[in-house]
């Protein structure tokens, strides 16, 4: 698939700017993170980042990034009494909107719109001032793989924190609106697991083939000539699972649906990974590397 976009820019109008990238889940290897959903209905997770600005200047320019399940990303200043500078407030679609008509789905449908900062006077920051990037997702569903990342434009400006104390937020700041028609709550859509049929268009696979196969405890499913195997088992609650992805491939451990989600790993030649069901209920997990043909179904009972 190729995917064609224009950028029109205004060159008579120059200001040199530093783009920034900040995770609300901090600076570690991965960019995304868990959320478990084992918290009451209407529970906001949080996640906070405090990051100290690296150069005095105006913050002219903000946009952010988040997945299904998000109810908004903000930036505050603790040094202001955590006033709230911007933020980033996703926007869903209707339900008849073409992007859940999409297949196949191998991934929650995030937005389909984050709202954006924009000041031509800016947001005055000095250097080593601490900001606080703040995201917030529904916490009582399961989401494997969520992301909070705000893209800074901060123009360098050495006279920015000359009044020094908190000044007044610029009058000219805006949001940008939602699209016309969007909801602001996430829906709730598991994602399913995927094949192909005969005509190689992609179909919704109810559970992997075959009969189920109850595992003891610790036992091995291996991830080899680019399947699972076993692909359908049946555990009991508290059980664990040994994942040992023995292709020179690499292969993925990607939760699709369950009562809790289950924490992603990518391997090749031999690597290992240990998995604890501790709730029961169905578990449906894929490789995302191979989503059409690689999937495996955990049934975990009861004690």
């Not at 917030?136 to 989401?143: D, F, G, N, V, W």
Request: aromatic share 8%; with cysteine; glycine share 10%.
């Amino acid at each position: 698939m190729f995917v064609e976009y224009r950028v029109r820019v205004d060159t008579g109008r120059r200001r040199p700017v530093r783009p920034l990238w900040v995770r609300a889940s901090g600076c570690g290897r991965f960019a995304s993170y868990g959320i478990r959903g084992d918290a009451p209905a209407g529970t906001l997770d949080e996640r906070v980042e405090h990051w100290r600005v690296p150069v005095t200047g105006r913050i002219v320019a903000a946009t952010g990034h988040l997945h299904a399940g998000a109810a908004d990303l903000r930036m505050t200043q603790p040094g202001c009494g955590g006033r709230l500078l911007f933020h980033h407030r996703p926007a869903f679609g209707a339900p008849d909107h073409w992007v859940y008509a999409t297949r196949p789905v191998l991934h929650e449908v995030g937005p389909i719109a984050t709202s954006a900062f924009s000041s031509a006077r800016g947001l005055p920051v000095r250097r080593g001032e601490m900001l606080d990037l703040h995201a917030l997702y529904e916490a009582a569903r399961p989401r494997p793989g969520v992301m909070a990342i705000a893209h800074l434009y901060l123009a360098p400006d050495p006279k920015a924190g000359a009044r020094g104390g908190c000044a007044p937020l610029p009058a000219d700041a805006r949001q940008t609106p939602p699209p016309v028609g969007s909801r602001a709550a996430s829906p709730w859509i598991p994602t399913p697991l995927w094949t192909l049929d005969a005509r190689l268009r992609p179909v919704v696979l109810a559970k992997p083939p075959g009969p189920a196969r109850e595992l003891a405890d610790g036992a091995t499913i291996a991830l080899r000539g680019n399947r699972f195997s076993p692909e359908n088992v049946v555990i009991r609650q508290g059980a664990r699972l040994h994942w040992r992805f023995d292709d020179a491939a690499a292969h993925n451990l990607t939760f699709a649906s369950g009562p809790r989600a289950v924490a992603g790993q990518t391997m090749t030649r031999g690597g290992t990974a240990d998995t604890q069901f501790a709730v029961a209920g169905r578990y449906q997990l894929f490789c995302y590397l191979h989503p059409m043909t690689m999937h495996e179904q955990v049934t975990v009972l009861p004690g």
